[in-house]
């Protein structure tokens, strides 16, 4: 099989897959938008086909014709230097195009990539082919969340499906492993997909610290609830406490207390909290306090990095302590592409790992995730830190 023949197999089984997520939504569901950060469904499997058409087909197959003038303005993301683009909290008004043309859209471009790909061999078309694959699989974790988002806000609490597992346990003894103080690498180096963001591989200095093998469980959670941590304002951050107060936090997202016992919305539905699972949805803030009251700390990204090797990992995102900036070196891409990463390196925290929404194939020991420090509809949990 040749590199083009491996790219145009994995293209398609990733278009496939995206479309696999969405098979047990409802009509209704493909449009609601509760949340700015939360984007309904069809913006979601038109976005992604925008992308292959915006930043390929378009530019470099000859005689392409957009499927319809218009879908760009739709589908745009935060591209500013493509072009103007419906502002994010709109996407759900849109009623039109309607699901049916956004899947005929979806079909249009895909079949125009493969007939693009068998009369094309520039490793340049290759390897942003490569990167709006990842930029897909990137959006079926998005989609996945928000499904759960629009699903776990809706009062009958609907069922997204009976075999996506959120809440694996694992049985081991918690332990701490040891790392010792000194130099150490970090940074991705290799020739498989990456993203820029995580070269720039350079040496960091570590002081001796222990990690623990396990993520902190929903019991540990419930025990600093119980402990009225929620009502300590010496555990959290001023933004953090000043969150919780306007919000009203109280819990991690999705949790509902009823007739006392606590109970968690699922992508299976609403259930008796596990509370041998690891704790989930938590925003950094919640993670950071939780850390306090327990004595000890979140690690570094490049704590994680190194020690990554002494613990699984791919349940949850795992938040860090570290603020999502540039590696030394740090050069963003030209154009467009650009935007892709470097323009959010401002006011956001690191996770690391990868959680049971993102698909296989789609993290390393490198990846770097971010998002503001308020945000947890995404499957975000916390693994703790000693210092020795």
């Known amino acids: 099989m040749t590199i083009t023949d491996n790219l145009r197999t994995s293209l398609l089984k990733t278009r496939s897959d995206t479309e696999k997520i969405c098979s047990p939504l409802q009509i209704e569901d493909y449009v609601v938008q509760p949340i700015v950060d939360v984007s309904p469904p069809k913006w979601h499997l038109g976005h992604t086909t925008w992308f292959f058409e915006e930043f390929i087909l378009s530019k470099h197959a000859q005689g392409y014709k957009r499927f319809h003038p218009e879908y760009a303005y739709v589908f745009n993301s935060y591209y500013e230097s493509v072009g103007k683009r419906v502002i994010r909290t709109n996407r759900g008004n849109l009623s039109r195009p309607t699901v049916k043309e956004v899947y005929k859209y979806r079909d249009y471009v895909t079949s125009n990539l493969q007939f693009f790909l068998e009369k094309n061999q520039d490793p340049k078309i290759r390897k942003l082919v490569e990167i709006g694959i990842h930029h897909e699989k ?184 570290s603020a999502y900036s540039p590696y030394p070196n740090y050069k963003k891409a030209p154009g467009a592409l650009g935007e892709y990463n470097g323009k959010f390196m401002v006011n956001q925290k690191v996770l690391r790992g990868g959680s049971v929404a993102t698909p296989q194939n789609h993290t390393r020991a490198t990846y770097r995730n971010f998002f503001h420090p308020h945000l947890r509809w995404q499957f975000t949990g916390l693994r703790l830190v000693k210092d020795i």
Do not use: M
């Open 138 to 321: 990137q959006h079926q974790e998005l989609l996945l969340t928000d499904i759960k988002y629009i699903l776990g806000n809706n009062p009958l609490f609907p069922k997204y499906n009976d075999t996506f597992i959120e809440n694996s346990v694992f049985e081991e003894i918690q332990s701490y492993s040891t790392v010792n103080e000194g130099v150490y690498e970090i940074g991705y180096s290799g020739n498989d997909f990456c993203y820029d963001n995580e070269y720039g591989k350079h040496k960091v200095f570590l002081k001796e610290y222990a990690i623990s093998n396990k993520l902190v469980t929903n019991k540990e959670y419930l025990e600093f609830i119980e402990n009225d941590g929620y009502k300590d304002s010496l555990l959290w951050h001023a933004e953090g406490w000043d969150w919780i107060q306007k919000e009203k936090i109280k819990t991690p997202l999705y949790w509902y207390k009823i007739d006392k016992k606590y109970y968690q919305y699922t992508l299976q539905g609403l259930v008796p909290l596990n509370t041998k699972a690891p704790v989930t949805h938590l925003s950094y803030y919640e993670a950071f306090a939780f850390s306090q009251w327990k004595g000890e700390r979140l690690p570094t990204e490049f704590e994680w990095e190194i020690a990554q090797s002494f613990f699984k990992w791919g349940e949850r995102w795992e938040w860090t302590e």
